[in-house]
């Protein structure tokens, strides 16, 4: 079966700075991934590339289209939540459901207006006096009435406060995602959607560090708690990362027995902000 | 359809208050104007403007044999004349008002159409939904060239009109007192003529158009600047290096031809070359000529080799500094 995404040694400068190093990806349908990586990593170059915002080396297929050949068809099946606002600042809320009632024939605006009316966002406001969490509301509002097989949010929740950060991912799964569907998000706050994932992306200086399934994540990676006495025998299995909690010692391990490590110390399922901040400074 | 047309209401939308401002402003414009000539027309029909016509005692008018016109009349059509003049003037000064307005709008929208866009970061909103990019750089070059020159048609129009209106009727009155009759404005002829000169205008303005639309695209700061500098640095070039006004000619020639076009309508005599009372304008031999002629391929090519190019830039979404 043909993937969802298929990217293929994509690679994207600006001047002197390689954003992108010949990265190669294949996503299926139905998953939750999650693009993760700090700043300046290339996640949004990388998703604006998926959208055809940008130009680039390579080649990627998103529902069998190019996106930059291609991107009307492209959009007629996905949606995209940027991390910036980038909702006309001019227009009315009314005039952006317009706007997209007469250019995107899968939306479905009584929908849109029902999702509206559970916010306090007025109809006759213009969007450059709603506050920023007011915009993301609009703009997921916008994407949730729109019938799409894939959803890319980039940093969606970037500057919102915790209730709205809660709010959108729980509307993104009750609303939006159904099995079918698919979503990609970039974010580099890990531990607020890594319990919707399926799968994870690890992204740094452009290129990928790690793209692996949940399930497998948990199985590769162990976090093991050793007292002191135990830390130089843990030393030896190679740890990838190692710090002190209470008077105790804290260890990343990769590929190893759980059941051999168990003597050791106390053998947990490390989070994916764990493993992240481990291969980050790992590699760094 | 669905999607052009909607495309089209969002450029009007985020500009009719620039089209409303500017159109009120002519409006109160049209009316000092007026104003102004109505106290000078009352002040010349009560006698308190003295003309030199009033010091003729009679003229010959052709060869056939003397035709005299009595003082009275002569005084008159003296009267009439200059309040002719007057409100021929009044027009073609509105009209080249029209024309100036015209430019500067196209240039001001057309230069900031996709760099707004590209600033406030909305470009992503409009390409993350299934347009076209081709369908909205056209729908941008086609809101500013026919939307404009739409808008400044019907201004004509109503130019045309509130000059009939307000013509003061004492100058009707003044010429049948004496027994004269007054010239009758052909007001569909005019508008007939202002009709065809906008459309021509639309065909040769287009690779401006288009070329405001490209710095818009690809321009870093300052888009007004650099959209104005070239054409006003390539005009000084082909006029000092060259010795030729060509450039600037192609920018105004034809802003004036309207004016005395109308002007000459109303005092029932012949306008500049190429443009004859009643008829339509034949300012390049005539309209279909203009629009078969080899300038018009050319206008057409470089526009469309420019519109490619704008398409191909808006595509790779440049950022602005």
Redesign the interface.
Same mark, same amino acid.
């Not at chain 1, 706007?99 to 024939?105: A, F, I, S, T």
């Not at chain 2, 909305?122 to 939904?129: A, D, E, K, P």
């Given at each position: 079966m043909e993937p969802l995404i298929d990217i293929q040694n994509v690679s994207k400068s600006f001047g002197a700075t390689k954003a992108l190093k010949s990265v190669s990806l294949d996503i299926e349908a139905g998953r939750i991934v999650g693009l993760v990586g700090p700043n300046g990593a290339g996640k949004t170059t990388l998703l604006?590339a998926l959208?055809?915002?940008?130009?680039y080396q390579g080649n990627i297929r998103i529902l069998g289209l190019e996106p930059?050949t291609q991107?009307?068809?492209?959009?007629?099946s996905?949606?995209?939540i940027?991390d910036?606002?980038?909702?006309?600042?001019?227009?009315k809320v009314k005039?952006v459901l317009?706007?997209?009632?007469?250019?995107?024939?899968q939306f479905d605006r009584p929908s849109c207006e029902g999702f509206l009316a559970t916010t306090a966002i007025e109809q006759g406001k213009k969007i450059k006096h709603l506050s920023k969490g007011m915009k993301t509301q609009l703009h997921l509002a916008l994407v949730m009435a729109t019938e799409t097989r894939l959803l890319i949010l980039d940093e969606p929740t970037h500057g919102l406060d915790i209730l709205f950060r809660k709010r959108l991912y729980t509307t993104v799964l009750d609303d939006y995602f159904d099995g079918d569907k698919s979503i990609l998000i970039s974010t580099h706050q890990v531990e607020e959607v890594e319990h919707i994932l399926s799968d994870v992306i690890f992204i740094r200086d452009g290129s990928v560090l790690l793209y692996t399934t949940m399930d497998d994540l948990r199985e590769k990676f162990v976090q093991l708690i050793s007292p002191a006495e135990k830390a130089e025998e843990v030393r030896q299995l190679g740890p990838l990362t190692e710090h002190e909690l209470f008077g105790r010692k804290v260890f990343l391990l990769k590929d190893v027995d759980r059941q051999a490590v168990e003597r050791l110390g106390k053998v947990q399922v490390p989070s994916v902000a764990d493993v992240f901040v481990a291969l980050m400074g790992g590699e760094g | 359809m669905?999607?052009y @047309?909607?495309?089209l209401?969002?450029e009007w939308?985020?500009w009719r208050t620039v089209m409303i401002i500017v159109g009120s402003l002519y409006l109160v414009g049209m009316v000092g104007w007026s104003v102004v000539l109505h106290k000078g027309s009352n002040a010349l029909i009560r006698g308190e403007i003295h003309t030199e016509w009033e010091d003729f005692r009679g003229f010959d008018d052709d060869d056939d044999g003397p035709e005299w016109l009595t003082p009275r009349q002569m005084a008159a059509a003296g009267r009439a004349h200059v309040l002719l003049f007057g409100w021929s003037h009044m027009l073609r000064v509105g009209a080249a008002f029209i024309n100036v307005v015209l430019l500067v709008l196209i240039l001001f929208y057309l230069v900031d159409a996709v760099y707004k866009?590209r600033s406030?970061?909305?470009?992503?909103?409009?390409?993350? @939904?299934?347009?076209?990019?081709m369908s909205i750089i056209s729908s941008k070059l086609v809101a500013g060239m026919v939307g404009f020159l739409g808008i400044s048609f019907i201004l004509g129009v109503l130019w045309i009109y509130f000059a009939q209106i307000t013509f003061p009727g004492s100058i009707r009155d003044l010429l049948a007192g004496a027994d004269l009759s007054p010239y009758q404005v052909a007001s569909l002829d005019l508008i007939k003529d202002w009709l065809v000169f906008h459309c021509l205008q639309l065909v040769w303005l287009v690779p401006f158009g288009v070329y405001f639309l490209f710095v818009s695209t690809v321009t870093r700061s300052r888009p007004l600047l650099v959209g104005m500098g070239v054409p006003i640095l390539l005009g000084l070039f082909w006029r000092f290096l060259i010795g030729d006004d060509a450039v600037w000619e192609l920018l105004t020639t034809n802003f004036g031809a309207i004016g005395s076009a109308i002007q000459a309508e109303w005092l029932g005599a012949h306008g500049p070359e190429g443009v004859i009372a009643g008829e339509p304008i034949q300012l390049f031999g005539s309209f279909v000529g203009y629009l078969l002629s080899l300038r018009t391929v050319i206008s057409l090519l470089v526009a469309g080799g420019l519109f490619g190019i704008t398409v191909y830039a808006y595509?790779?979404?440049l950022p602005v500094s």
């Open positions: 604006r959208t055809g915002g940008i130009n930059r991107r009307r068809k492209l959009m007629a996905t949606g995209v940027h910036v606002a980038v909702l006309p600042p001019w227009m005039q317009d706007y997209m009632e007469g250019v995107h024939p | 669905k999607t @047309l909607t495309l209401v969002r939308r985020e866009e406030d970061g909305s470009t992503f909103f409009y390409r993350g @939904l299934p347009v076209s990019d595509r790779r979404n």
